[in-house]
Nanobody, 126 residues
Framework: QVQLVESGGGLVQTGGSLRVSCAAS????????MAWFRQAPGKEREFVSR????????YYTDSVKGRFTISRDNAKNTVDLQMNSLKPEDTAVYYC???????????????????WGQGTQVTVSS
């Protein structure tokens, strides 16, 4: 079992920045690839970013490329998502997730990830 707890959400104006963090406990953190997903009201949960076990590879959905940066610290068992140039359409509950380290073609599917945090709200005002 892996327990995940997100923090750092909040309210920010368009163009602002926010950093959300996820703290993991339980099984060995670097056994897992980590990802961030988000879910806006009335919409399906969507992939935002993924980082490999040791941070060597990162992936982003097109809408956040160049604005968001995912990072992890295996010594502290944390994964962060730095969000810059935020837009109202980034408003959502942000979830971190832990999944298998092997990269497969459906890495962006929520079903690939076995462990989830409770989510943190990010609201971007226009």
């Amino acid at each position: 079992q892996v327990q995940l707890v997100e923090s750092g959400g909040g309210l920010v104006q368009t163009g602002g920045s926010l950093r959300v963090s996820c703290a993991a406990s339980g099984r060995t953190f670097n056994n897992y690839a980590m990802a961030w997903f988000r879910q806006a009201p009335g919409k399906e949960r969507e992939f935002v970013s993924r980082i490999s076990q040791y941070g060597g590879s990162t992936y982003y959905t097109d809408s956040v490329k160049g604005r968001f940066t995912i990072s992890r610290d295996n010594a502290k068992n944390t994964v962060d998502l730095q969000m810059n140039s935020l837009k109202p359409e980034d408003t959502a509950v942000y979830y971190c997730a832990a999944g298998p380290p092997l990269l497969t073609g459906n890495y962006y599917e929520p079903t690939r990830y076995a462990y989830w945090g409770q989510g943190t709200q990010v609201t971007v005002s226009s």
